[in-house]
């Protein structure tokens, strides 16, 4: 589907709020000043789109051409990234003793297996 998202009802809303549009758009053309004042925010905001869309791909085709030049930036990978390895477990785990913890892991398997009301 094209559009798996958008039902005909929305389309067919589009399809009039755009007709209304053109029909403001040509009304201001024909010299009626409110339509140009209806149409003035939306031909604004289509400039702000075009300015976007312009200033996006010119950034887009530099950071391009520049990766392509010196490669790629390995510093910028994750500033998150932690390169030391994580601890074996837990530094609250070793209070618990052993047998509780094995305990508790038995207790667990046995509710899991007596869901199923055959075991």
């Known amino acids: 589907m094209i559009f798996p998202r958008y039902s005909i009802r929305w389309l067919l809303a589009i399809v009039v709020a755009a007709a209304l549009f053109f029909l403001c758009f040509s009304l201001a053309m024909r010299g009626h000043h409110w ?6 925010p939306g031909l604004g905001l289509l ?5 976007f869309l312009v200033s996006y791909s010119i950034l887009y085709l530099i950071g391009s051409v520049v990766e392509g030049v010196i490669g790629p930036n390995r510093d910028s990978a994750n500033p998150f990234a932690d390169t030391t390895p994580a ?4 530094p609250f785990g070793a209070s618990i003793p052993a047998e509780v913890l094995a ?7 046995a ?6 009301g055959e075991s």
């Not at 339509?35 to 003035?40: D, K, L, T």
């Not at 601890?87 to 837990?90: G, K, L, Q, V």
């Not at 509710?111 to 199923?116: K, L, M, Q």
């Open 111 to 116: 509710v899991v297996t007596d869901e199923g």
């Open 87 to 90: 601890p074996a477990a837990s």
């Open 47 to 51: 400039l702000l789109f075009a300015m």
């Open 103 to 109: 305990a508790d892991v038995i207790a667990a398997e």
């Open 35 to 40: 339509a140009a004042g209806v149409v003035a």
